[in-house]
């Protein structure tokens, strides 16, 4: 499974936009890229979904360049309450048919008043 | 609300107590999980079931044992537990499909602490 490395925290500000990096260099053909939210004391949250280029949902966008080797997860306009921690994941679907996911440490983001 | 429900919220024992952690998936899924997420630790997948079909046991001691006895319920039995177990268990559920990669939906945890 790909290993995927992102930064440890980040802070921003309410109605900024804010931009997630995640590194996964070792990324195989057949890897999606899926990301999550986490709030304290919470099971983790899908958020978004994609295999390249650009993916846009109501709740963000997710950009993938062509070599795959990374991912932005894009926030547009954060509040207060997308003060969470981030997950960027690389997972394979298993020929036991199931997902495994590996969850790394995320990213932390605060969004301050 | 993800359609994933976890009782008990929050649970105290010994470590010479025996308890059950439950959970119940109310959206159709075939596949379900637990996972362990430690303080200041990433989440650590425990157990899989997929068809009610245990398919991975991700070196989890023997105090831990799971149970599927259908594919809306997913049981954790905890006996002898240790201090270190304390954690928050998450259950997950998906639906495994033939192609592609299935989302897991998580339900809110239990908030374990053993004395």
């Known amino acids: 499974l790909a290993k995927t490395t992102q930064p440890i925290s980040m802070d921003s500000y309410e109605g900024q936009e804010v931009n997630i990096t995640c590194s996964h260099n070792n990324i195989a053909t057949n890897d999606y890229i899926t990301w999550y939210q986490q709030f304290p004391s919470q099971g983790p949250r899908f958020i978004i979904q994609g295999y390249k280029t650009k993916v846009t949902n109501e709740v963000a966008s997710l950009f993938i360049p062509a070599d795959r080797k990374s991912s932005t997860l894009s926030l547009p306009r954060v509040s207060l309450s997308d003060t969470a921690v981030y997950y960027c994941l690389v997972g394979v679907r298993f020929s036991g048919g199931y997902n495994k996911l590996i969850f790394g440490a995320g990213t932390r983001l605060a969004v301050h008043p | 609300e993800t359609g994933v429900t976890q009782t008990p919220r929050h649970l105290v024992m010994g470590m010479t107590n025996k308890k059950s952690l439950k959970c119940e998936q109310h959206?159709?899924?075939?596949?379900m999980y637990w996972y362990k997420q430690s303080a200041k630790k990433p989440l650590e997948l425990m157990f899989v079931y997929s068809l009610e079909e245990r398919v991975e046991n991700n070196s989890v001691p023997s105090r831990f044992s799971p149970e599927c006895p259908n594919s809306s319920h997913l049981f954790l039995h905890l006996h002898t537990l240790q201090p270190e177990d304390s954690a928050l268990y998450l259950c997950?559920?998906?639906?495994?499909?033939?192609?592609?990669?299935?989302?897991?939906?998580f339900g809110p945890g239990t908030r374990l602490l053993v004395l």
């Open positions: 997950a559920s998906s639906q495994v499909t033939a192609g592609g990669l299935e989302t897991q939906y």
């Open positions: 959206l159709g899924h075939n596949a």
